[in-house]
């Protein structure tokens, strides 16, 4: 893909056709937030609320990653907030591997816009689209090649509450110095 900003950007994924998802969809998400973004945190596929909207993680998930951010120090505001797919499977399902292939550029195309400074990949599915690793219980809270973190995905937080703290544990991680977030 050619760079391009990120309205232009915006429009072809909002356009997009190059998988059948788009068949069922009200709606792509592209992501929101701030351009260039110090902070970027990728999840999984849109959800059913975020289909009706076009926005990302507006719905059960969204609302505990705005608490935790909250808890974290974080404002939503500051970071920019997309997933690896940009439509929503049918029922929810787990993201097919050629949906994500075909996805793909369009999150790579965002990161090269965006120079975040710091990937928090949020849950498997964004820890192996992006780094071609998953295994959260060995992954998370951890900075790998010096600028991705791995953490658990808000619905995996939202099926098991223990797993908050590490959450936003995780998520003040991003809101450190140590991470060179100048």
Request: glycine content about 8%; aromatic content about 4%.
């Amino acid at each position: 893909m050619n760079q391009i900003d990120l309205p232009h950007l915006d429009q072809q994924i909002c356009a997009c056709r190059l998988c059948p998802l788009f068949l069922e969809r009200n709606l792509a998400v592209p992501g929101s937030g701030p351009a260039p973004a110090d902070i970027m945190l990728v999840g999984e596929a849109p959800g059913k609320e975020e289909d009706l909207t076009g926005k990302p993680f507006v719905g059960r998930a969204g609302r505990l990653l705005d608490a935790a951010l909250e808890r974290a120090g974080l404002e939503r505001s500051r970071v920019f907030i997309t997933s690896v797919i940009k439509c929503r499977p049918p029922q929810n399902r787990k993201p097919k591997k050629k949906e994500i292939e075909r996805c793909r550029p369009y999150l790579q195309s965002q990161i090269e816009i965006l120079h975040p400074k710091i990937i928090c990949l949020m849950g498997n599915t964004a820890a192996q689209a992006v780094l071609g690793r998953q295994g959260i219980a060995d992954l998370r809270g951890r900075i790998l090649e010096d600028r991705y973190l791995v953490t658990f995905h808000p619905a995996a937080v939202l099926r098991n509450r223990n797993l908050m703290d590490d959450f936003v544990s995780d998520l003040k991680m991003l809101n450190t110095g140590g991470l060179r977030l100048v």
